[in-house]
């Protein structure tokens, strides 16, 4: 937005860049624009403290009135960097080899007739559409796999779950959602609003991060059950949680995400627990962030290492699978 000067502080990595630029993107737009009451939508999620499956989404802001000029195209930035970099307009450039051209991003403005009293609350002096309603929004109005994974993180932006107190963690969650369906319900002519009120019951706060948000979508999306998140075993006497697990056959699929293995030892730790729940009777399937783009061999690697025996009668859920492109 003309006019809007960014003071880059996050690090060299592209998704702690994308995020930033993300953020003051939103702040910008609702600075420069009359009428601007709120940020809303993915961006909002962000706001709450929650993660996206993307890294660079739109901008979504609320308006008081109906704009004659609903999107408007952002400037194109370059990350990876020392610092993330705008496009100039009309010029290609080399970029470094470190760095990624971001995505065309848009920024759109809605007006909305059904604004609640508590709809809109502040952050550092931010207006930001609210937990209840941005999770609504985004279970109305994104792809499913993307509303998926913004949904799971704004309930354990709720939630906060803890392993110890699932009972708390339970409780939390059934208050949100039960905010949520009467939203829901009240859209009773709404586009969407089935499949909404379908993804708003197979949300977890338990899912610990996007990629794991994702790959259950996979298996949800190609008709497994909905699988125990953060399921409690013991294992030759020691206690471990299971991404996402079936009991019943002993099944644990594993999410090794980029930042889950931050040293040698704590892959070493990990291989141990492996070897011990393998002993104990568990089959173990792992998957790392690059086989989110193969979700083919996702569903493939999980029926294969199912039991002997044991048949799945798949129901897939084909309409999981719409989504936005990941850059």
Excluded at 79 to 105: K, Q, S
Excluded at 219 to 234: E, S
Excluded at 239 to 244: A, K, Q, T, V
Excluded at 284 to 308: C, G, H, N, Q, Y
Aim: charged share 30%; aromatic share 6%.
């Amino acid at each position: 937005m003309r006019g809007q000067i960014l003071l880059p502080q996050a690090s060299a990595r592209h998704w702690d860049q994308k995020r930033e630029v993300t953020l003051a993107r939103a702040v910008a737009a609702l600075r420069a624009g009359a009428g601007t009451i709120a940020i809303a939508y993915e961006a909002a999620v962000l706001i709450h403290g929650g993660s996206l499956r993307r890294f660079e989404p739109d901008v979504d802001v609320l308006l008081s009135y109906r704009p004659r000029v609903s999107a408007t195209a952002l400037p194109q930035v370059i990350y990876g960097g020392t610092l993330a970099r705008r496009v100039p307009r009309g010029e290609r450039i080399p970029l470094e080899r470190a760095e990624r051209l971001g995505r065309r991003v848009q920024l759109r403005r809605h007006y909305r007739e059904d604004l609640r009293e508590h709809d809109i609350v502040t952050f550092n002096g931010v207006p930001v559409t609210s937990l209840a309603r941005t999770l609504t929004d985004c279970l109305l109005d994104l792809p499913p796999a993307d509303a998926l994974v913004a949904g799971d993180s704004l309930l354990r932006v709720h939630c906060r779950p803890d392993r110890w107190r699932s009972r708390d963690t339970n409780v939390l969650w059934q208050e949100l959602v039960a905010d949520v369906e009467g939203r829901l319900s009240s859209y009773r002519h709404r586009n969407g609003r089935v499949r909404a009120q379908n993804l708003l019951k197979l949300l977890s706060p338990w899912a610990e991060s996007p990629g794991e948000s994702e790959l259950r979508r996979i298996l949800l999306g190609a008709g497994f059950p909905m699988p125990d998140l953060q399921h409690r075993v013991v294992a030759e006497n020691n206690e471990y949680f299971l991404d996402l697990a079936w009991p019943d056959i002993m099944l644990d699929v594993e999410f090794d995400g980029a930042l889950k293995y931050a040293g040698d030892d704590v892959v070493f730790q990990e291989g141990i627990r492996q070897d011990r729940l393998k002993r104990s009777g568990w089959r173990v399937v792992r998957f790392k962030t690059p086989a989110l783009r193969e979700p083919d061999r996702i569903v493939r690697e999980v029926l294969d290492a199912s039991p002997e025996g044991r048949t799945w009668v798949l129901r897939p859920r084909a309409w999981m699978n719409a989504m936005s492109p990941l850059p």
